[in-house]
């Protein structure tokens, strides 16, 4: 693994799309976690870099320049989100702290957040995160897709484990003021879209009182679809075949996302989050 710093002219990025948030702020280029459905890859391409994985770029700037735009009176305390393209509490951030100092900001400057991580690192800053809860609105979301360890260890190989991402929920949601939540995004297609994977998830969450579920299909775009191809060929050529018949474009068929939503819809009635 190779860290390497950059200085960034500009922290806050304007986000296009229907988002509850419409700024995120990226700490770090690139991600440890190694998640094969990871939709972000193409984003290395401007850094003339192929190793989205491995090349970690921290912006050593980070905190300076973000302090000069949340400070400006031009900018209205919007939901800033953390996470977008590169995780914030990714292992690096043990060490360089950047994140710790990011939200000693957001507590100066009574900013709102919105954090998505799939790292345990996020309960060293509870002390922040619960001080910040009470003069900002402060939203926390683990990316959960998979009950079964096994098939989790594959599909995102050096993320922390479900469950434990399920405790950290847990913890954030009893001893801070955040509303705590899942994505469930992507559910991956004959890997993570069975009704007893689903319902085990909500079920969970539901039973420690999470305050929401978010799902979603996977989609398969640019960079992301040869790698995740290739990478499940590798395992399993069988179900190479069903996922590159179901994606012959970046999105699945309306047929399948109206399957899966049909079988959302029925587990949702009963752990209704």
Not at 5 to 22: D, E, L
Not at 79 to 100: A, H, T, W
Not at 105 to 131: A, F, G, H, Q
Request: a positive charge; hydrophobic letters at 35%.
């Amino acid at each position: 693994m190779k860290y390497i710093p950059i200085q960034c002219k500009s922290a806050i990025r304007k986000v296009n799309g229907k988002m509850p948030y419409q700024y995120d702020v990226n700490i770090y280029r690139g991600c440890e976690h190694g998640c094969l459905y990871c939709y972000a890859l193409y984003s290395h391409d401007y850094l003339n870099d192929e190793k989205f994985y491995n090349h970690i770029y921290y912006k050593e700037n980070i905190v300076e320049v973000l302090e000069k735009e949340i400070s400006s009176s031009k900018w209205k305390k919007e939901i800033i989100n953390f996470g977008s393209v590169s995780d914030s509490y990714q292992p690096c951030e043990k060490e360089l702290q950047l994140m710790r100092e990011v939200l000693k900001l957001m507590i100066k400057y009574k900013n709102p957040v919105n954090i998505s991580t799939k790292s345990k690192l996020i309960l060293r800053d509870i002390d922040l995160i619960n001080e910040l809860s009470q003069v900002a609105e402060v939203n926390i979301t683990c990316s959960i897709v998979c009950a079964d360890e096994h098939i989790q260890k594959i599909i995102e190989p050096q993320a922390a484990l479900s469950i434990e991402r399920m405790k950290v929920l847990q913890i954030l949601k009893q001893k801070t003021n955040a509303s705590v939540g899942i994505l469930m995004m992507p559910i991956i297609p004959y890997i993570t879209d069975s009704y007893e994977n689903i319902k085990a998830i909500y079920q969970l969450a539901y039973n420690i009182g999470l305050d929401y579920i978010v799902p979603g299909t996977m989609y398969l775009r640019g960079k992301t679809k040869p790698f995740f191809l290739n990478k499940i060929k590798g395992y399993d050529f069988s179900l190479y075949q069903k996922l590159a018949l179901l994606y012959p474009k970046g999105s699945c068929s309306k047929e399948y996302k109206t399957q899966i939503y049909k079988k959302l819809y029925s587990i949702q009635k009963e752990y209704p989050l």
